[in-house]
């Protein structure tokens, strides 16, 4: 059975962002792409537009020296242009090191990626790992 597109456009996405392809990553996205990251880190809020979006992903690789990666678990998909990835992400940043899980959760419009919803097993512990917002 083949793969649903929205799957293979949300994999094709995090197989980018792990290779720090962000050109790619924004190929994939409307020009109006929201992400939205819970908490109260630095890597906090709703970023709007595909610019924005952009910069925080950057942002991350900075503050990890690039020692971040997901591994995607599954990518489960509704048909009507939504997909829920479900993932560990695994980062080092100075003497600390985080393992968390959590999910990604897209809205998908002409087949390019409008919105993502992120969610955390623990927003405490990925605050505490990304540090306070200044």
């Not at 456009?9 to 962002?17: I, N, S």
């Not at 678990?73 to 992400?89: C, I, L, P, Q």
């Amino acid at each position: 059975m083949a793969e649903h597109p929205d799957s293979v456009l949300v994999r094709r996405g995090f197989e980018a962002w792990s290779r720090g392809d962000m050109e790619t990553v924004g190929s994939l996205m409307t020009s109006d792409c929201t992400h939205h990251t819970p908490g109260e880190s630095q890597i906090s809020g709703h970023f709007k537009g595909r610019d924005n979006v952009l910069g925080m992903y950057r942002r991350m690789f900075e503050l990890t020296g690039g020692k971040m990666r997901v591994e995607v678990d599954s990518v489960s998909v509704d048909g009507r242009g939504h997909a829920v990835a479900a993932n560990k992400f695994y980062a080092e940043r100075g003497d600390r090191g985080i393992e968390l899980k959590g999910a990604l959760i897209f809205t998908i419009v002409g087949g390019k990626i409008s919105d993502i919803d992120e969610c955390v097993e623990d927003i405490d512990e990925s605050d505490a790992f990304w540090g306070k917002a200044d």
